[in-house]
């Protein structure tokens, strides 16, 4: 994202908006297919979910996928061929 760091609101969020708080993609580096969203459970476990925010940005219907407190985000680089 343009702005990585933590992202303070007020509303419930998906996951979508949190990112678009931290300024966006970084189109140039951000592999938007794959976005991880980690969460630890109450059990102290820790929950991996993957999101497809292409399908998102490509404006296709998608289920939104709402941030809990202490969400973390992670925005794969895209891999690229020189």
């Given at each position: 994202?343009?702005?990585?760091?933590?992202?303070?609101?007020?509303?419930?969020?998906?996951?979508?908006?949190?990112?678009?708080?931290?300024?966006?993609?970084d189109f140039a580096r951000?592999?938007?297919?794959?976005?991880?969203?980690?969460?630890?459970?109450?059990?102290?476990?820790?929950?991996?979910?993957?999101?497809?925010?292409?399908?998102?940005?490509?404006?296709?219907?998608?289920?939104?996928?709402?941030?809990?407190?202490?969400?973390?985000?992670?925005?794969?680089?895209?891999?690229?061929?020189?």
């Amino acid at each position: 994202v343009l702005r990585p760091g933590k992202v303070m609101v007020d509303r419930p969020v998906s996951a979508f908006e949190a990112i678009m708080e931290a300024g966006g993609f970084d189109f140039a580096r951000a592999n938007t297919k794959e976005v991880t969203v980690l969460r630890e459970e109450n059990d102290g476990k820790v929950t991996t979910f993957k999101l497809n925010m292409k399908a998102t940005l490509d404006g296709r219907p998608t289920r939104p996928f709402y941030m809990k407190p202490s969400d973390v985000i992670y925005v794969r680089e895209k891999f690229s061929w020189f």
